[in-house]
């Protein structure tokens, strides 16, 4: 071989070595360095639409929240207007005693005041009264009527009146009361 082919020869594996280790550098560096960003910034592109759709729909869900929260303390303000204020049935003594009262009060004679197992509701229990006695049909009329106008809780389910076997002008009377009261599970204002 000659002086000018060996030089060739062995510039042009020089040559090769220094193109393979080019290449080889430029490969490690875009798997290292290049393509990681091309991804992070692939990903970020999917992402960001996705983002701005959830930060729109985050701000939708937390104007409507500010609107039912309004709603909430508009209604909690129109019931703390209104006059009834459902009692819990742990006071139906208190509650017959008012009604004896009402009653002896109205000129009415009460044999009997029995409440009832109370029955749960949603949102109210009911405790069933039954009162029994005698007395004039327009003292009774007045009885039920002081009922109504003093008691908002209470509602008069039904009544009979009979003069059977009643002195002149008295009449036995029976009538069916329901008073409204709080849940027994307890209703909670937040």
């Not at 939708?60 to 019931?79: C, F, G, H, I």
Request: charged content about 20%.
């Amino acid at each position: 071989m000659n002086n000018k082919t060996a030089s060739i020869t062995r510039w042009w594996r020089i040559d090769a070595a220094g193109f393979g280790a080019f290449v080889l550098i430029t490969g490690l560096a875009y798997l290292v360095l290049i393509r990681p960003v091309w991804l992070v910034q692939a990903e970020s592109d999917r992402l960001v639409p996705q983002m701005s759709q959830k930060q729109e729909s985050l701000r939708d869900a937390r104007a409507s929240l500010a609107e039912l929260r309004k709603d909430l303390d508009d209604t909690r303000a129109e019931l703390q207007d209104l006059p009834l204020r459902l009692e819990s049935s742990t006071q139906v003594n208190s509650r017959l005693a008012t009604l004896a009262d009402l009653a002896a009060h109205a000129g009415l004679e009460v044999h009997q005041m029995l409440p009832n197992q109370s029955r749960n509701g949603e949102r109210y229990d009911t405790v069933p009264i039954k009162l029994s006695g005698s007395g004039d049909y327009r003292k009774v009329t007045l009885f039920m009527r002081d009922v109504h106008e003093h008691f908002a809780d209470i509602a008069i389910v039904g009544f009979s009146l009979s003069a059977g076997n009643a002195p002149q002008g008295q009449a036995q009377f029976d009538i069916g009361l329901a008073w409204y009261t709080v849940p027994a599970l307890g209703y909670v204002e937040n």
